[in-house]
């Protein structure tokens, strides 16, 4: 397969994410949605590290990378969200008014 069927997929990937994230009032939605958007990083690591420099590993090192801060953001933004569902009984982004007076 060619290089720009894999960066297509990436951009229609990423652009979900980020409309995700746009119009998202849900803080489990919005988190989603940045998974989405870092699996669209992740696919274009990958698909240019395969058609740059085939015998490298180095986008799929930078992958890896990705997908472990990935999975760290995750726990701790849902440990944040449980917290905050805790006190406020809802989830609603428009609701967090935590920091302010």
Known sequence: MQLQYFLLLAAALFSIGIYGLVTSRNAVRVLMSIELM????N?????FSSFLDPQGIKGQVFAVFVITVAAAEAAVGLAIILSIYRNRDT???EQFNLLKW
């Open 38 to 41: 870092l699996n669209a990083v």
């Open 43 to 47: 696919l274009n690591l990958l698909a």
């Open 91 to 93: 989830v609603d982004m």
